[in-house]
């Protein structure tokens, strides 16, 4: 007896039945990847700002700041650092430090929508030579809390380092 080519009822509901349990595994670790993904493009974005902003201030004499900024414009001493930064050469070293017309805008960064930057500072001044630069901390969080955020701190050199702990090798507060 020829039996026709196909599939049985049986083999459609087992087939079903597998693709639905790897799915249902394989989506949460899927999730946390892209999670993972989005908060180190915005942990290296700010990373390069400052390696960016220690090397103009050396190589172009001249105090550089990060500063936050919703437009890439000017600087923002309110809103939060997750809405935009911007870095620029500060000619005039006024203080608390604003983007002048004529003075170059070297990087921006974009609104992060899917996370929270916090920090202890409202801008960052580099400086030329051995002459002291602002230090400090941000803190990266998503929906995921304390125990996957990220801090990238800053030391009085300019020296980035990126940390999953506080100093005192506590979790990070969200």
């Not at 700010?46 to 700041?65: E, P, R």
């Not at 870095?87 to 002048?100: E, R």
Request: glycine share 8%; charged share 20%.
């Amino acid at each position: 007896m020829h039996r026709p080519a196909g599939f049985t009822l049986a083999d459609l509901i087992t087939t079903l039945a597998v693709v639905s349990i790897i799915a249902a595994t394989a989506i949460p670790a899927l999730q946390e990847l892209l999670l993972d993904a989005r908060m180190t493009r915005q942990v290296n974005g700010l990373v390069h700002g400052v390696h960016l902003a220690k090397q103009s201030a050396q190589t172009q004499i001249v105090d550089t700041v990060l500063c936050k900024s919703p437009d890439g414009q000017r600087c923002a001493h309110e809103g939060e650092w997750q809405d935009g930064w911007l870095l620029f050469a500060n000619a005039n070293a006024d203080h608390p430090p604003q983007a002048d017309p004529g003075e170059p805008r070297l990087a921006t960064g974009g609104t992060w929508s899917g996370g929270q930057i916090s920090s202890n500072r409202i801008f960052f001044v580099f400086r030329p030579a051995q002459i002291r630069s602002s230090n400090g901390t941000l803190v990266f969080c998503d929906r995921r809390g304390s125990e996957n955020a990220r801090a990238l701190v800053i030391s009085y050199t300019g020296r980035p380092r990126t940390t999953r702990r506080g100093p005192r090798n506590e979790t990070l507060i969200c």
